[in-house]
């Protein structure tokens, strides 16, 4: 009996000494928690990721093993367990260049942001055009002098201005509600590039944290808390373009304390025989700290302002007889100015082990005013016609989600509860018809616009064997209130509306080179207050019924390939008339489409991407013929080669291919497809890093953005309804310097 229990007692020793469980933690040089970290023990082959903590728990694991560390964009570690480090595991991981081969395919949803990384990694933008085409499978235009958001193409939508996608930055969003110009306004441009951190971005209406606009997708970035050098950078290119940036530590480095400041001022005269006299300024500033070493505080704080011409956009008559040249103008008076001043705090708090606590307050001021002619002298054959579009606006917010950990015997749980407001003060919301924008001839729309937007959602995960299983729901409340100052009588007009959209997602991960994926969920986007009240429109919210199915797979170290095959159905296409001040509502659409995506490291320096998506966008309540949905892509690829690290050298060519595609609803009109590629060079030079850039290296004729517009111009006595288009960048090139200290 005695032998026996000396038997039992060293066993149960042995266990508890060599077969225990190794609880740490992994940060990031700041001091930040690095969430789903790869932790592996290459003693017992047993391993497991970081939860949002940076915290693990690895089972099989004793004194005198190896345990490796890594995730993609940081250095890989190797440490062996000892006495010291056992009860007391925290590491710190070291930034650097991505590697495909690194990338483990972990259980996420939304996967495919890990490849968003990676594309960020090797391609760094250097304008707030490419930040957006960052999204695999997203196209933009530009068709207003450079000042105007960008027109956006993706999944098969036009977007427009951002009706059917949903942008944020660091919390605050982008997408204008009941603008002057249009439903969902996203102008991007007081994001400096160079001040982006990651990019989050998801396909679909499959997301609960994502509410209004989020039908076709969201792109939510996320900005730099710290930057390791001081930056100076000057560009000059054709055309009379400059671009001046700096960015500059305000305080000595420090692990729980950073404070930098970015400034930005760009010029041009764009290639039009008119010049575009564009010129804007960004100024940003960030300051973040620790409190007791866990919990992070965040202020941020920017200002932009924008003024431009604009040649608008030209009919292809006046082109093809000669009259005016591809970069030539009908009205050389469009253009327009903005300015947007933003606050945000953010305060992020550990509540336990297994949960946290993310939270953001913001105020943005904006301002807009945009001059455009479309029909040139179709309404007015004397004055022409010209319109104003102006609002001020103040937004007011604030978004708080906990996210936890929970684990329910075998099954891991993670919850995310999340509620948040914003409220639109918008003054003077205006339509005018105009002259040589200095006249007002008519006012159209004048009033006063109050909109609030209360929700609340549930998320949840459920971890089980290699499958992992995500409901959820979301909730939105909508107050629309509008003061008419044109009407004599003074009145209020308002309206609530609700609305519940649920979602359910499934993952299941073969291996650690293969993921099979099925969501589903439904979205919605909402409608202009002014149309809400005074059209008294049927449809306030209108939902989109999402799903996808596809995988992500890597057969090799060095190949990863993406695939969805997905289908939307719209309530209601908005086809919003910003110029007439009203939506036209164009009944239930279905679109169904494939998306493909490949990346492929030939060697540790040269990286390939490309992306490809069709799609078959049609009307359901028109005959067919005459079912097409006008400027709906049908195919649209972009990618291309990148290189880093040859000597001195990195760089890249990029391209973008759009194909031709209805203008109208019965195909009579078609809007030109085009291929257009870019190229970049630069050489290091120790702490001086020259660049050259080339945009449309082939220069090749391509419109960057097209319309059917019904036109008149001053000589003709009949309309004339044909592809009216904004001719895109010809051959231009640039040139840098770069100086970090």
Known sequence: MKNQLIIFFSIVFCVNTFSQQLKGRVLDVFNGPIENAYVYNSNSNSHTHTDLNGRFTLDNTSIGNTIQIGILGYQKQEIKLSKENFTNFSIQLQTKVFQLEEMVLRKEINALQTIAKVDLSVNPVNSSQEILRKVPGLIIGQHAGGGKAEQIFLRGFDVDHGTDITLSVDGMPINMVSH?????????????PETIKNINFGKGPYFANQGDFNTAGYVDFSTKNSINKNIVSFEAGQFNSQRILGMFNLLESKKDENAYVAIEYIATDGPFKSPQNFNRLNVFGKYSTFLKGKDKVTLTASHFTSSWDASGQIPEREVANGNIGRFGAIDDTEGGNTTRTNFNVEFNKTLSD???????????NYTFELFS?????????????????????????ANAQIISNKEFGDVEAKFTKGAGLRYDLINDVELSRTKNRKEIL????????????VYAFFNSEFEIGKFKISPAVRLDYFKFVYNDALNPTYETLTKTKAIINPKLNFLYTQNDNLQWFLKSGIGFHSNDTRVVLQQNADKVLPRAYGLDFGNIWKPTKNLVLNTAAWYLLSEEEFVYVGDAGIVEPSGKSERFGLDLGLRYQFTDWLYLDTDATFTKARSLENISGEDYIPLAPDFTMAGGLSFNNIGKFSGGLRYRYIDDRPANEDNTIVADGYFVADFNINYKMKDITLGLAIENIFDVDWNETQFATESRLQNETT?????????????FAKASIVYQF
């Open 180 to 192: 002057a110009h249009g439903q969902g306004y996203s102008d991007l441009h007081f994001v400096i």
């Open 442 to 453: 008519e006012r159209i729309q004048l009033g006063d616009v109050k909109q609030t937007n």
């Open 354 to 364: 297994e949960s946290i606590l993310k939270s953001n307050v913001f105020y943005s």
């Open 719 to 731: 309309p004339v309804e044909e592809i009216h288009f904004t001719p895109g960048t010809p051959f």
């Open 373 to 397: 002619n479309f029909t040139f002298f179709l309404e007015d054959p004397v004055n022409g016609d010209q319109i104003k579009q102006f609002e001020n606006r103040d937004v007011f917010g």
